[in-house]
């Protein structure tokens, strides 16, 4: 067995020279302080998106995009393909869990400030990942074609549309025609299958490239220790073992969640039936949702909507470059004036996130 | 006027030509690569037979103070009969984001689930977030038959 191993490996190794790769595991290493936590949440996040293609893969076998056929579809792996429900329920829960340890990721960076020179693209590009992921939150919400999930794509695309010069056309685009249809059925389809994934692993592939080239980020008051009581952790296996069984745990916890709270498929859509109550997005689209509730409908000349959406835009461009204009992390020093931003924007989220979820 | 610009005059254009010819020859390429991709983005529009009238039903069957959702086309229209009898007729599209509304028996109103949005009998907003009242449609009752057409 061992020389059948060592011959594979050194004949694999004379061909592409695994030995470089091997040299550079055995000297990756992490550093151990006692925020230290944080660094699990990329590697979780990694995981639930593994999670997800596997799963997703699996669902496309028996789903049909269309608008006669996608809720029977989902109706007919539930209940009639061997452990159809429990794939779809993972996929469901798998989808919101990802999001949740994204922003968690997010977060834990933002305030370790772990963007700060020389990784601000390790940054730009997690972000441009959180994007797409809320994207493919999105347009995976529709598949379904349930009523709750027609409605909501329906207010989605409209908040869309009245973006000003380029709302109409987006709107069109995104809906395949003036109203949301089979047409928008079939482009959601399209973009959660193949352009969102496509763009997706070209920019993880991107971050996690970054993160192989740079190593772990250090925080500060790490740094500024004497290179004696700057303690470490190999990598591999230590680390990586680590890395594993909180995989573990968060595979288990996604089954207990997917077995004891099944997701709900509801009510087949119906462009004549009037919309029930209680339509609301998904949970992290919810703050900036209910902040739109609470503008007025006309703001001086503007209607309240467009502002709402153009003050969440700025506040989006603002934060996905921080590291470019927070110099002052970048050169070593403490910057609260961030841990004010990032604790402002984290109870933001999580009190409007509440109020909408209770209203 | 000294020589050497002079002398540096035809060189510079005819770099420049041979510059924006290439530069203006990628961006052409591009645009033939691109145009068609952008324009098979943009969803045709459907050759739909335009309804300008539905039947809604008869009149001596619908109820005082209801309303229900008609097919108008492939639009949704709320056709509401007040308690004095009058039979109305409005888009069943929300103003405010595009919700379906439906009629309400307890409040005798026009509401939208999706954010709590209140329209009268008349289509106009009387609560809730909605910018306009809902559209009207024309009703004609001939005979006993109810017939809803768009307003123009």
């Given at each position: 067995?061992k020389?059948?191993?060592n011959?594979?490996?050194t ?10 790769v091997m ?8 550093p ?7 660094y ?6 990694l ?25 029977e579809s989902?109706?007919f792996i ?7 429900w ?11 869990l990802?999001?949740?340890?994204a ?10 400030k772990?963007y700060?020179?020389?990784r ?11 994007f797409?992921?809320m994207g493919?939150g999105?347009?995976?919400y ?23 010069v ?10 395949g ?8 059925l ?9 352009v969102?994934p ?11 490239l ?9 925080p500060?008051s ?17 680390f990586m073992?680590?890395d ?10 996604l ?7 099944p997701?709900?498929l ?8 009037p919309?029930p109550?209680?339509?609301k997005?998904?949970?992290y ?23 709402g959406?153009?003050?969440?835009s700025?506040a989006?461009v ?24 990032g ?11 509440t ?5 | ?9 035809p060189?510079?254009?005819k770099r ?22 952008f ?8 050759g739909?037979v335009e309804?300008t ?7 001596s069957?619908?109820e ?8 108008f ?13 009058e039979?109305?007729?409005?888009s ?20 939208c689930?999706?954010?709590?949005g ?7 907003v ?13 009703v004609i ?12």
């Amino acid at each position: 067995m061992k020389t059948l191993w060592n011959r594979t490996f050194t004949w694999i190794d004379e061909r592409v020279q695994l030995s470089d790769v091997m040299h550079f595991l055995e000297k990756k290493s992490v550093p151990v302080h006692s925020h230290s936590v944080w660094y699990y949440f990329g590697g979780v996040s990694l995981f639930l998106f593994i999670i997800q293609v596997v799963t997703g893969i699996l669902l496309l076998l028996y789903y049909k995009g269309s608008e006669e056929l996608a809720f029977e579809s989902i109706q007919f792996i539930m209940a009639k393909v061997e452990f159809g429900w429990l794939i779809r329920s993972i996929h469901s829960w798998a989808a919101n869990l990802f999001i949740l340890s994204a922003f968690i990721h997010m977060f834990s960076v933002l305030f370790e400030k772990a963007y700060r020179k020389p990784r601000e693209l390790t940054w730009l590009s997690g972000m441009i990942l959180l994007f797409l992921g809320m994207g493919f939150g999105f347009s995976g919400y529709l598949l379904p074609w349930n009523e709750v999930s027609f409605f909501a794509t329906k207010v989605g695309t409209d908040i869309a549309g009245v973006l000003p010069v380029v709302g109409e056309p987006l709107m069109v685009f995104l809906r395949g025609g003036e109203d949301v249809t089979g047409a928008t059925l079939s482009r959601f389809f399209g973009f959660h299958v193949a352009v969102l994934p496509g763009i997706f692993t070209v920019v993880l592939g991107l971050h996690l490239l970054l993160v192989q080239r740079q190593g772990m980020s250090k925080p500060l008051s790490y740094e500024r220790l004497p290179a004696t009581d700057q303690k470490t952790m190999p990598f591999f296996p230590n680390f990586m073992l680590r890395d594993l069984l909180l995989w573990l745990l968060v595979l288990n916890l996604l089954a207990i969640l997917a077995v004891f709270f099944p997701w709900e498929l509801g009510v087949k859509a119906d462009q004549f039936a009037p919309a029930p109550a209680g339509i609301k997005p998904e949970w992290y689209f919810m703050f900036m949702f209910q902040t739109l509730k609470y503008i007025p409908g006309e703001l001086w000349f503007l209607e309240g909507e467009v502002v709402g959406i153009l003050l969440f835009s700025l506040a989006g461009v603002v934060w996905m470059f921080i590291p470019f204009w927070d110099k002052k992390s970048s050169r070593g020093e403490e910057n609260r004036f961030i841990n004010y931003i990032g604790l402002f924007a984290l109870i933001y989220i999580i009190i409007l996130t509440t109020i909408g979820w209770l209203s | 006027m000294d020589t050497p610009t002079t002398l540096d005059q035809p060189q510079h254009s005819k770099r420049d030509f041979l510059k924006y010819l290439l530069g203006g020859g990628i961006l052409a390429w591009l645009g033939a690569v691109f145009y068609p991709v952008f324009a098979y983005l943009k969803p045709p529009k459907q050759g739909d037979v335009e309804v300008t009238s539905v039947k809604a039903g008869k009149l001596s069957e619908i109820e005082k103070e209801s309303g229900v959702i008609v097919r108008f086309g492939n639009k949704p229209v709320m056709m509401v009969r007040t308690a004095e009898g009058e039979v109305r007729a409005f888009s069943a599209t929300c103003t405010h984001l595009d919700c379906t509304v439906q009629f309400r028996k307890d409040t005798g109103v026009i509401w939208c689930a999706c954010h709590n949005g209140k329209y009268d009998l008349n289509g106009r907003v009387v609560g809730g977030p909605p910018p306009r009242p809902l559209d009207e449609y024309r009703v004609i009752i001939q005979a006993d038959e109810v017939i809803i057409s768009s307003r123009t």
